[in-house]
């Protein structure tokens, strides 16, 4: 058996080049291979760690025909392997051959891009805390841990689309100004919260018995697709303005759904957009309204039947506005970005945005102020926070707190 002592002594490295992908391909790697049929004949070998120590990482394989140590250390654009055998012919050893192919086959062809200086490896043996190590008879796997939700660089989120996209966006900030209605009736606005994500919220009616004080529906009734001439005699100009825009808003959704039908999350295109500026329009009418209710929306069919009582939820509609931040915590060797909302200067935790433009905080909606901000409160609710180390504080800095800081304040 060799050890490791023995191994650094004859060990002599091999260079294979990562490709275009940035991934170490086996069959590229064979190629190089002193003694392809031997590959090919050789069983898989247990694949055990040895140590992690600069920037190399050692591996023991067992064959049938003995124990030998394979190192990997990536440097710039390629993989150097060394292996403690005697192999003396010029190319790739079988050993280092058949590493490379259990690693691949159960790890993934980008494996190795891990290996290099800043990455999952070197992150993981400096901040233990923050990585999980399993090891196995497939070597080792570095796992983040839940705690650091997106680790920068490597998983920036990119929902609903990239950070660049949604700092791009044009926004332009207009209100509608609206008086207090007087007169109400048992119908009541809800505000369809669609439960798959497929399509952005609307508003739908409904109706129902109402409370004496006329301030709750006792019991649904039905869904209202449009109102008959009586019942539009017992509402006020502004609910009539409503209920038209209502509807539009329903069309513009559903139809936004059937477009987008094999996903389960909304798209941030043209037709989002449109959608965003018709709530804008119909929000502030929304407010005057005492019996609005959040609903949870699964598919049309079911506006044919009652509304059902435990997915309507009474809201107040708020127009007080959001106010989206983002926030830095530093420790010694790491940084964390995470957002922050404030409603009229006050610090808000627990609140709901699971649909798009709105916010539920305690029994109140609220809607974002711009389109942007509705976006870039889902990129940042995809992800959770994002966390770096100091090695990558530079291109933090760099792709998302200088971009960010241009438009939103960061504490
Ligand atoms: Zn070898």
Redesign the pocket.
Known sequence: MVTTKTFRKTAKEVVIPFNKEKAISFRQVMKDCVDPEQVSALRYPALKFVQYKNHRLLLRCTFRSGN?V?GFKAVGDELRAT???K?TRPGV????CKAIEVITSWHGDKYFLQLLPKRQFDLAFKYPQGFDKVESERGIQIVKRKELMALFPFDSPILPMPLDEILAMKITSERKKTEQVGKRDAISFLLMLPHSGKQPPFIYLASGKPTKGNDKIMSWTKFLPSIDDSSIKSINGFQHDLIVKSSRLFELSEKFAKDNKNQSWVKWNNDMAAAYDEWKQVFPLLSNEMLVYTYTYYRFRELKMRPAKNRAEKVLVSMDKPVVNFKITNTNDSCQVSLEININGKLIKNYDVYCPFLLVHEGTVYMFDNYRDAAIVKWMASTGWITAYKEHFKELREYILKPLSERYTIV
């Open positions: 030998y394979v292996c403690s055998c192999e050893c079988v050993h280092i």
